[in-house]
T-cell receptor
């Protein structure tokens, strides 16, 4: 158990709908990362938040958005869903060591949310 | 451009065989970090090891060992005396300043009894 929790574990929805995926990082971790794992694209970085602020963006579609709240949990919002959005969505968090750059720390992954768009 | 290549898509071995998973990376950064993750059939991603670009010492942890060579931009992973429980998809990843991970396509290892 990595200490990162994600809900829900599975989500089945229809095209055009909007869903919200939730992530609670490990206690004390300030950074949250979102990744998408699909058969054709593999594991891809979507977005990173650090202590409530967006830090880096990857291949995240405009239909997708995320935020990190004051209690450090994060939500990934996916809207106008398409069949191709079906994937496993991972959240990861990393500890922030005093004096070390955020990139130093290994990321611990949650169990993922499997999204199926029908 | 930053890139990670795992040329072996699938590997199948018989239990107790040794197996090496290859990873080649590309980056222009002078400081970077390399990782290996394991994804068992249950789906979660399990952290195995981190290696800094300025530390080329090889590492051994039980049946696992890692060979990092900057000269060839490789970070290979060897499992000695493989077991059925080692069956999983293994990902090599590159992390730069800023924090995001770039993953290879993964190598699916199947260990047969």
């Amino acid at each position: 158990d990595s200490g990162v929790t994600q809900t829900p574990k599975h989500l089945i929805t229809a095209t055009g709908q909007r869903v919200t995926l939730r992530c609670s990082p490990r206690s004390g971790d300030l950074s949250v990362y979102w990744y998408q794992q699909s058969l054709d694209q593999g594991l891809q970085f979507l977005i990173q938040y650090y202590n409530g602020e967006e830090r880096a963006k990857g291949n995240i579609l405009e239909r997708f958005s995320a935020q990190q709240f004051p209690d450090l949990h994060s939500e990934l919002n996916l809207s106008s869903l398409e069949l191709g959005d079906s994937a496993l969505y991972f959240c990861a968090s990393s500890v922030s060591l005093a004096g070390a750059p955020p990139s130093y720390n290994e990321q611990f992954f949650g169990p993922g949310t499997r999204l199926t768009v029908l | 451009a930053q890139k990670v290549t795992q040329a072996q898509t699938e590997i199948s071995v018989v239990e107790k065989e040794d197996v090496t998973l290859d990873c080649v990376y590309e980056t222009r950064d002078t400081t970077y970090y390399l990782f290996w993750y394991k994804q068992p059939p249950s789906g979660e991603l399990v952290f195995l090891i981190r290696r800094n670009s300025f530390d080329e010492q090889n590492e051994i942890s039980g049946r696992y060992s890692w060979n990092f060579q900057k000269s060839t931009s490789s970070f290979n992973f060897t499992i000695t005396a493989s077991q059925v429980v080692d069956s999983a998809v293994y990902f090599c990843a590159l992390k730069m300043e800023g924090g995001k991970l770039i993953f290879g396509q993964g190598t699916e290892l199947s260990v047969k009894p």
